[in-house]
């Protein structure tokens, strides 16, 4: 490959990522809208193309050998179809709590470094037989997301996410007695 190629065949698939996102929440916001769906089904619907079409491809990419063209076409399919998660489970935590939705965030990040990082250490050279290992150690980590979120995920807000204030009675008190 010449690095021309090289860097397209590396771009196209968050080029094709950024516009599947764009058309699939303007879609789901649109189905939202004239009440076809709920909130919660879309971010399941979200959900499900980001974690069912990149495991799919990546069980394929297991088996084709080393066929570059292939797999290239695969990883593009599977990278394109994660832009569902900008509008599935990303975006669930501003559904269900915007005021603790930083947190949330923050602790789902942490728990997805934790994923790399143990993906990176169990990988011993570039074998194909290596690669496998990673890739069916991330298809059943997308098979848990997908019938986790599909069974409790919820688009509505939590009554977790309420938070007691008190009257303005009591936050002011006179300056004179």
């Known amino acids: 490959m010449t690095q021309f190629q090289n860097a397209l065949a590396v771009s196209m698939p968050f080029l094709s990522l950024w516009f599947f996102s764009m058309i699939l929440s303007r879609t789901l916001d649109w189905l939202r809208g004239k009440k076809f769906i709920s909130t919660s ?16 491809c990546l069980l394929a990419i297991c088996y084709i050998g080393c066929n570059r063209s292939a797999a290239v076409a695969l990883m593009t399919v599977a990278v394109t179809s994660i832009g569902g998660m900008f509008c599935g489970f990303l975006s669930n935590h501003i559904d269900i709590s915007p005021n603790f939705a930083g947190k949330l965030k923050l602790y789902l990040e942490n728990l997805s470094v934790a994923d790399l990082q143990y993906k990176r250490g169990s990988v011993g050279g570039q074998t194909i037989s290596a690669w496998r290992k990673i890739f069916f150690t991330t298809i059943g980590l997308y098979a848990i997301e997908l019938v986790t979120y599909t069974i409790f995920g919820s688009g509505e807000e939590q009554p977790w996410n309420k938070v007691e204030t008190e009257t303005e009675e009591r936050e002011t008190k006179p300056l004179r007695k």
């Open 41 to 56: 089904t879309a971010r399941k619907i979200a959900t499900m193309f980001a974690s069912l079409v990149p495991a799919v």
